[in-house]
């Protein structure tokens, strides 16, 4: 099968990029480079430099396709907060633009990197895909009108679809490149954040004031290499003019603290910290409830936070 991986120059797409294509799958990809990196692309590997709001290089990028896994996009929960507009067009307008070179190009099956942000702050925890939809941020709006775009594309085109909620997306894959790993700049991540803490910048933990049991927030983590096999069963499990939403986490919650605490474990050392204000948009809780992932895909996540913990640290040497 030949699968169109968008974003694959990204922390999480270019981890997809290198599993699917130990597992044998063929793959293009098509990334704009603007929070990438060229130099993840494997050699020899159909890579096209463009971007989703060009009609032009979606086409070229979708010749000899058969499916799509859709990461491009902009992804952080505070910088959409300041640019609303820049996320609706690259996020929303962007998969307009694929959805309809899909369209074009007759390719029907998509599998769509969708956000636990779609929920906002939970009535009810663990999260059901089932629970009300109320972002609490751009990103989240965004994720959840893509969403629903998809839903409409597979009842009146009949694609195959599937949403990937993801919790919070963390740990690293070594390769015979080196690791993929979160190379954001700036950083914005909690693990790496801590893990990167130092006397003189200490790591801030957004709010120590919030509804916890040690007052910061609580988030679900799921290694990278576990998340992408769940999209090889997703990519597998897709059925034509169907949409499914599936949370991807691991059904169990951290606190800041928490992780600060897993990190120092890890690293031997106390990680310097500095209490500061809540981050605008984010939600105190959310922990996913992965029951329609395991029952319906097969899917069990089997690293936990020590791991994740343990490789991002080691693909910093
Ligand atoms: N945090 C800190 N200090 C930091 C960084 C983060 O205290 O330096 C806190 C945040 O306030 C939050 C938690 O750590 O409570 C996790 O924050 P991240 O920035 O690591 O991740 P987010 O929860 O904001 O968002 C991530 C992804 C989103 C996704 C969301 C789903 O970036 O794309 O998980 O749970 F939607």
Not at 59 to 87: C, I, N, R, T, W
């Amino acid at each position: 099968m030949h699968v169109l991986v968008t974003g694959g120059t990204g922390y999480i797409g270019s981890t997809a990029v290198e599993i699917l294509r130990k597992q044998g799958y063929e793959i293009s990809i098509l990334d704009d480079c603007s929070t990438g990196h060229a130099d993840c692309v494997p050699e020899g590997l159909r890579f096209i430099e463009g971007s989703l709001l060009n009609t032009s290089d979606l086409a070229e990028a979708l010749e000899g396709v058969d499916a799509v896994m859709h990461f491009a996009g902009k992804s952080l929960v505070g910088e959409s907060v300041d640019k609303p507009d820049l996320y609706h067009s690259v996020n929303v307008d962007g998969t307009r633009n694929l959805l309809d070179q899909m369209r074009i190009a007759g390719v029907g099956k998509i599998v769509f990197s969708s956000s636990a942000a779609t929920y906002g702050e939970p009535e009810v925890i663990p999260i059901l895909e089932t629970a009300p939809t109320n972002p609490t941020n751009p990103y989240g709006s965004t994720k959840l009108a893509i969403d629903h775009m998809i839903s409409r594309e597979s009842a009146e085109q009949a694609i195959a679809a599937v949403s990937l909620r993801y919790f919070n997306v963390a740990g690293a894959l070594t390769c015979d490149r080196g690791w993929l790993a979160e190379r954001h700049n700036p950083e914005t991540h909690l693990i790496p954040n801590v893990l990167r803490s130092t006397h003189a910048n200490p790591v801030k933990i957004f709010g120590t004031d919030w509804p916890t049991s040690d007052g910061t927030c609580i988030r679900d983590y799921v290694h990278v290499i576990d998340l992408i096999d769940a999209h090889i069963k997703a990519l597998n499990s897709l059925v034509e003019g169907v949409h499914e939403i599936y949370n991807l986490g691991s059904g169990g919650g951290y606190s800041v603290r928490q992780v600060v605490e897993a990190a120092s474990k890890a690293t031997g050392q106390v990680i310097p910290t500095v209490d500061s204000p809540r981050r605008s948009g984010d939600p105190a809780v959310l922990i996913a409830d992965i029951t329609k992932a395991k029952a319906q895909l097969g899917w069990t996540p089997t690293r936990g936070i020590n791991d994740m913990v343990a490789d991002t640290l080691a693909s910093f040497s």
